[in-house]
């Protein structure tokens, strides 16, 4: 079946520290990847996504590779604020019919950025 | 914007009492989701449903049910509420085409 596995949290970062949330998936067939973000007290919104292998999803200065030779898509931020603290979700979805195309998560990385 | 609404954002009840849970969207997708969420954050999908009439199981087991008589409205009832159903439960939608998911506020419901 699919899945998705994060790194495990919390992780704690000063503001403008480097971060990395690895992410990596098994799927069978070729899935298309997102990150979701979850701010306190809210919903997931959507915060990147890549459909093809080697596509490079960006959005508020995230980024992450759709990297199929090593199944993976880690997120990753130059210099974090104390606003980006929150819970990141990495999840996959196949293109097909039906219950192919439902999301897949994992199981969420609580990040905290300290001023 | 919010393109799919959840109320009541928060709902403290007492054991017994049958609650439903709102969750309309304005898009005219027509898939929807039920996602409970545990404090240890991972997403559980209990319930789904591809269209009106149209409802399933996810893979958390729930004692909870759904409908979907319209398109825009999916609704999640406890005929009986419990502690153990203590949760945060967000609504979720996606439409043909649609890359992943939009997702509602949420409730968080806590049952004494």
């Known amino acids: 079946g699919n899945s998705v596995t994060q790194m495990e949290g919390p992780v704690t970062l000063s503001e403008e520290a480097f971060l990395t949330i690895n992410c990596t998936y098994t799927?069978?067939?070729?899935?298309?990847l997102f990150w979701y973000v979850q701010y306190p007290g809210e919903g997931l919104q959507l915060l990147l996504k890549a459909t093809k292998a080697d596509d490079k999803g960006s959005n508020k200065g995230f980024e992450a590779t759709y990297r199929k030779e090593t199944t993976s898509f880690h997120l990753e931020k130059g210099s974090v604020q104390v606003s980006d603290s929150a819970v990141y979700f990495c999840a996959l979805t196949l293109m097909g019919r039906g219950s192919a195309r439902q999301l897949t998560f994992g199981s969420g990385t609580q990040l905290t950025v300290l001023p | 914007e919010a393109d799919i609404y959840q109320t009541p954002r928060y709902l403290v009840i007492g054991t017994g009492k049958k609650i439903t849970l709102e969750c309309s969207q304005t898009?005219?997708?027509?898939?929807m989701y039920w996602y409970q969420q545990d404090p240890g954050m991972e997403l559980h999908l209990i319930h789904y449903?591809?269209?009106?009439?149209?409802?399933e199981k996810g893979d958390l087991s729930s004692e909870s049910t759904v409908s979907r008589i319209r398109t825009e409205h999916f609704p999640l009832t406890l005929e009986s509420a419990r502690p153990s159903h203590t949760s945060q439960y967000l609504c979720a939608s996606s439409g043909q085409g649609a890359y992943g998911y939009t997702f509602g506020s949420g409730t968080r419901l806590t049952v004494v």
């Open positions: 449903s591809y269209g009106v009439n149209s409802t």
């Open positions: 799927a069978t067939g070729y899935p298309s």
């Open positions: 898009m005219g997708h027509d898939k």
